[in-house]
């Protein structure tokens, strides 16, 4: 037997256990999915109005919205976010998230921004008002939407009507007549701008010392933005109502209604293509803080193109998930260390060399795993009982092979001349074996969705790991001990060599 190839093939094997224990050693470890290390789990409808029929093009707003949703996941460094679409519904799971309420509301906030003009100003128990000159009649506070109900459930108002909308509730005025602290309403025109114009959104610093949002349009939008300015600038010299007030509104709610400040000039307006919207002063410096960048990144990475109603919303403990995980693990070891008794006591130093194949196996594929953390694959509970099912397929793989050993010198072979032979046979009864196997795990990743595309995956992996090791890791130490006194015929537990001449002279 010509030995450079054979120490060249386990050599090669070497040093790829070498390399992946070297990057497991620098910290690389798998990333976990949301059943392991707990996290968010959400299922939102999407929403349309009663008398809208649904769209054409309806899975193209879909996949518009998902792509949204990931931009907004995607800033907050949420590790491996699963964002996709079934049927009509948008599946979101994000690992190793614990702030459920932030997430809710920034994944299903629509984000509808628009500015336009205010007309007027009406506080509560404000009584309608006849139309005088150029400002068209104003209504009274208890005309257009309820701002007491819930927001979604609010009568809205499109981007091309006028009317009333609903202000915030760090404005709330009490009611001459009840004393209740209501917010107040503005009369205001069609939207003057929307939100599609916005270039970048920061949080940052008001004017007055308070967070705000800072908005940038892009170029057409500054230039539509300082046409209205100017206009807005000239309304407030004039002594309007409105008093030279822009409203810019948040999916239906009046965020900021800021007065045109006396440095800017009737008939030449904003030019640098800035606005700011005025974070509220409610709850601590840091929830405000959270509320403007959020406010930010929602503008930033655009409005959503249909509302969304969360179907279920569900968080994982982390807690429940690390007990997942550890009887994963758990199974996983008790069963390794069942099969290493069984293979060491029955073959002996073969089943040693078995032993060290299970040990490169967990190396390399744990190390394939950490690798496929970074570029989006995160192991799940379905992908570690892939695992523990891989472990008998390595297991499987020994036994054939050392099996179709004591066979061969069962016939007569000698221990070196039956390892060759030998390993032709069980390579070739493995690789039958292990393709239907990952020809069933291919078809099983594609077709399925969700924890059980994890299962199969793994498995697929550990099929093919299985193969490789056979050859260049298990066949080069197993050739070379047979020319050993360590592997014989009582190691490999053959016939008594009187069975076998008897049974020769038998034939």
Known sequence: MNKKPVIGALAFSLAIVMAAGIYLGLGARPQLGLDLQGGISAVYTAELPDDVETPEDFEDILDETIEVIRARVDSLGVAEPDISRSGTDVLVQLPGVADADRLQELIGTTAQLTFRKVIATVPPGAEPQPATGDVPAIPGYDEGPDCTAPVDEREELGTDERGLMCGTEDESQPDPETGELLVPKYFVEPAALTGDRIDDAFAAFGQAGGLAVSLELDSEGAAEFAEITAELACERDQGFPGQGRFAITLDGIVESAPTMAP?????????????????????????????????????????LPISLEAATFETVSATLGADSLQAGLLAGLIGLA?????????????????????????????????????????????????????????????????????????????????????????????????????????ILYFLAVGPVRGFALMLGIATVLDLFILYFFTRPIVFLLANTRFVNRKTVRAADTAAVVTAGSRR
């Open 338 to 442: 069942l099969v290493g008794v069984w293979l060491i006591g029955f073959y002996r130093i073969l089943g040693v060399v078995a032993m060290l194949e299970l040990v490169v196996f967990g190396v390399i594929v744990m190390a394939l795993i950490s690798l496929l953390g970074e570029v989006g694959f995160a192991l799940t509970l379905a992908g570690v009982a892939g695992l523990i099912v891989s472990i008998g397929i390595a297991a499987d793989s020994s036994i054939i092979f050392r099996e179709r050993i004591r066979d061969e010198v069962n016939l007569g072979k000698t221990v070196r001349s039956g390892v060759q032979k030998a390993f032709t046979s069980a390579f070739r009864t493995n690789l039958a074996g292990n393709t239907v196997t990952l020809t069933a795990a291919v």
């Open 263 to 303: 440095g800017v000039q009737c008939g030449v307006g904003i030019r640098d293509g800035s606005a700011s919207i005025t974070v509220g002063s409610a709850g601590s410096q840091q929830e405000q803080e959270e509320e403007a960048q959020d406010l930010a990144l929602i503008l930033r990475t655009g409005a």
